[in-house]
């Protein structure tokens, strides 16, 4: 986490802030009730974070056409054009930290987080 952070530190983004813009930039304009549901974090933590982003310039609201009290959270366009670059930069950091690995291990590795999270998100859910 730590590499992640400083790497994308030179582009306004942490490691805090890519949930937010990874669903904005595979679904465009959402709601925060939507964002917050997507990264898995209550409205009050997600309020906080969204603050922070437009703060440091990545995100703009505007209001919902259909509801006039919603407003609809986009990227900024500094966001989206250093997400190109935070992505390139995140890859590295894996190969990085996956060096040495065969494809098959690197995908087994993948296979195995994604159960952690998948488990995780099954006990939130019930618990």
Request: proline share 6%.
């Amino acid at each position: 986490m730590r590499e992640f952070e400083q790497q994308l530190r030179p582009l306004d983004f942490g490691m805090a802030y890519l949930p937010v813009v990874m669903a904005i930039e595979e679904n465009g304009p959402l709601l925060q009730k939507h964002l917050a549901e997507l990264a898995h974090v209550e409205q009050s933590t997600m309020a906080a974070l969204l603050v922070r982003m437009e703060r440091d310039g990545l995100i703009q609201q505007e209001p919902h056409p259909g509801d006039k009290r919603a407003r609809l959270i986009s990227l900024s366009p500094k966001a989206k054009k250093r997400v190109p670059s935070a992505k390139k930069r995140l890859g590295k950091v894996v190969e990085q930290a996956t060096s040495g690995f065969s494809k098959e291990e690197r995908a087994m590795i993948i296979a195995l987080m994604r159960r952690v999270v998948h488990n995780l998100e099954r006990q939130n859910d019930h618990g």
